[in-house]
């Protein structure tokens, strides 16, 4: 089925330095997503993207949190500076349109942020 | 606002029992239910949805009826294997959450051989 890939799988960064985690969304899809899992945690819903904006994004996404997708190539996740508690599972999703009855949501496999 | 309960942290069979996840939702319009599964390193993969009361959805073995009396979708299997082994999320959508997923907190499933 349709794929969206993560790079990487892994980050150790130290706390007050920026990462930026990338994604390769599903090639004709034009929604973009991403979550935040904390370990043994529940998915909770960070920003979503569209047409090169913002749509919607939740408390989660602090000022440090920032997305874009610049002439489309990966689909990124920046944080600077990082905080301890940015460790996380962070998930890219992708949609042919908007989520709702009838769209599915596909997700990459994470990328595994641990701060120090 | 919207949210979905589920009540089993974790659940822990053997191959070929008959397994039940349950699933709560609290919702003020008519939200889509739907049901994901996760293995291991992987990303969560839909099962299946339901977005009208009564409408059952299935996928590989496993079952949901979308209930508005009971607000419920509880997931069912009637016999599962040991390649079931997972984290099961039940999750809706609905205009008061914009059609976001709001997710529930996961059951964790392990199989014993």
């Known amino acids: 089925g349709p794929k969206v890939l993560q790079i990487p799988s892994h980050q150790i960064i130290d706390m007050g330095q920026m990462v930026t985690l990338n994604c390769d969304p599903v090639s004709n899809h034009l929604y973009f997503y991403w979550y935040k899992q904390i370990l043994g945690q529940q998915m909770e819903f960070l920003v979503n993207?569209?047409?090169?904006?913002?749509?919607?994004k939740s408390k989660l996404f602090k000022d440090q949190f920032s997305v874009e997708r610049p002439d489309g190539s990966y689909f990124t996740l920046k944080i600077q500076p990082t905080a301890l508690e940015d460790s996380a599972v962070y998930f890219c999703a992708s949609s042919p349109l908007k989520t709702g009855a009838n769209t599915e949501v596909f997700f990459g496999k994470g990328t595994r942020l641990t701060v120090v | 606002g919207d949210s979905v309960t589920q009540t089993e942290g974790q659940v822990a069979l053997s191959e070929e029992d008959f397994l039940t996840i349950h699933c709560n939702y609290s919702a003020s319009g008519y939200p889509t239910l739907f049901w994901y599964v996760q293995y291991p390193g992987e990303g969560p993969q839909l099962l299946f949805r339901?977005?009208?009361d009564k409408e059952k959805g299935s996928s590989r073995g496993f079952e949901a009826t979308y209930d508005k009396g009971t607000t419920s979708f509880h997931l069912r299997k009637a016999s599962v294997q040991e390649s079931d082994s997972a984290v099961y999320y039940c999750?809706?959508?609905?205009?008061?959450?914009?059609?976001?997923?709001?997710w529930g907190s996961g059951t964790k499933l392990i199989i014993k051989p």
């Open positions: 339901a977005s009208r």
């Open positions: 993207f569209y047409n090169g904006k913002v749509m919607e």
């Open positions: 999750a809706l959508s609905d205009r008061d959450s914009n059609y976001q997923l709001i």
